[in-house]
């Protein structure tokens, strides 16, 4: 077991240039053993090359990048001990099999004998591919190849395993199973950094989300605060028994409620308010001041549009500081 005192994924200030390019733009994050990260961002936002970084394959232009409070740059071959790397593309193995490429990476990493033996015998348990051990890869299907890569980046038994987009192409069912190998990882104390484009499908398996936007971490979070901190702002749905015209009117005269939209017995409204307290002395007003509340809910945000919300005012920030000042 990991020292849980000691964050298993540290970095700080990362910075990685192609040319001009700031791929990775001053990344910094902590990760506790434990955890399942999930790492999000859209095309091109600097997942894969961060993601490369903590796993060796790259060095960074700036920035320190430890594992397990290891540094990535000064003990590469420590680190590699401590990391399973499961990449975005699989490679071409084509000619072996399920059970000779298993055994071809526990070679590799040092395991002789029967502890070969047993561990190969392990990861095809524990991945479900027992029964498919003497298939050749290229007849696969994409949702076993993905649990192939996946039990080759579990081999040597890592405390650290970061998987670059694993769900990617995966069918439904595929994805409910390996979302279920990621949890078992993370109750036998792993810590996992998942990166996905597909947000609900992160916020299903990860205690916290890192979204990272042009180089740059632009919010922290479990997939509630997210949908909290985004706008600020509640949708609140209300019926009421009698005339709905009342509740609009209602709405008019408060200061902190906006009607968004006319229902067929009720409306649609936005609280500016986060706060569960204001929430309900929202519906305290509104029974006080005689309207007959048939139902009152809030209604939940959906990640994706916390998401671009979030996009949204760091663009507006980014348009107002780059306004040239006015001249008198
Ligand atoms: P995707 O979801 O498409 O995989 P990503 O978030 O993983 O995107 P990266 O692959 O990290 O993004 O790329 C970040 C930026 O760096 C992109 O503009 C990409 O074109 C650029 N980039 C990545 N690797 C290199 C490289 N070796 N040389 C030049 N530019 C690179």
Same mark, same amino acid.
Request: glycine share 8%; proline share 4%.
């Given at each position: ?29 902590? *990760? ?16 894969? &090359? ?13 920035? &320190? ?26 490679? =071409?193995?084509?000619?072996?099999? @399920? ?27 524990? =991945? ?10 290229? =007849? ?21 395993? *970061?998987l670059d ?25 792993? =810590? ?69 939209? &006319? ?14 307290? @204001? ?24 990640l994706e ?6 996009l949204g ?16």
């Amino acid at each position: 077991m990991p020292d849980s005192s000691i964050p298993a994924i540290e970095v700080l200030n990362l910075h990685r240039n192609f040319g001009n390019l700031k791929a990775v733009d001053g990344v910094s994050c902590k *990760i506790n053993p434990g955890t399942v990260v999930g790492f999000v961002g859209a095309n091109g936002a600097g997942k894969t &090359t961060t993601m490369r970084i903590l796993a060796t394959l790259d060095y960074p232009t700036r920035g &320190t990048v430890k594992i397990g409070g290891i540094d990535v740059v000064q003990y590469p071959a420590k680190v590699r001990s401590k990391i399973g790397w499961m990449p975005d593309s699989f490679g =071409t193995y084509s000619h072996m099999t @399920v059970i000779e490429y298993l055994d071809f990476f526990a070679r590799a990493l040092g395991f002789s004998g029967q502890d070969r033996i047993d561990r190969v015998t392990d990861i095809m348990d524990f =991945t479900d591919l027992d029964s498919l051990s003497n298939r050749l890869i290229n =007849t696969l299907s994409k949702g076993m190849g993905q649990r192939l890569c996946l039990g080759r980046a579990l081999i040597h038994d890592p405390d650290v395993l *970061i998987l670059d987009e694993p769900a990617a192409g995966l069918d439904p069912k595929a994805r409910v199973e390996l979302k279920h190998l990621i949890r078992i990882l993370a109750e036998d104390g792993k =810590t996992v950094l998942i990166s996905s484009h597909i947000l609900s499908e992160l916020a299903e398996m990860c205690d916290s989300l890192l979204f990272i936007n042009k180089g740059k971490i632009i919010h922290e979070g479990s997939a509630e605060s997210l949908k909290r901190d985004g706008s600020g702002t509640t949708i609140i749905r209300v019926e009421i028994h009698g005339n709905k015209e009342k509740i609009a009117e209602w709405a008019q005269m408060s200061p902190i409620v906006k009607l968004k939209e &006319t229902l067929k017995n009720g409306v649609r409204l936005e609280v500016e308010s986060v706060e569960p307290e @204001v929430i309900a002395s929202v519906l305290g007003r509104m029974i006080k001041d005689g309207l007959s509340v048939v139902e009152f809910h809030r209604e939940e945000r959906k990640l994706e549009d916390a998401f671009i919300d979030i996009l949204g005012e760091i663009e507006a920030q980014e348009a107002k500081a780059a306004k040239p000042p006015k001249l008198n």
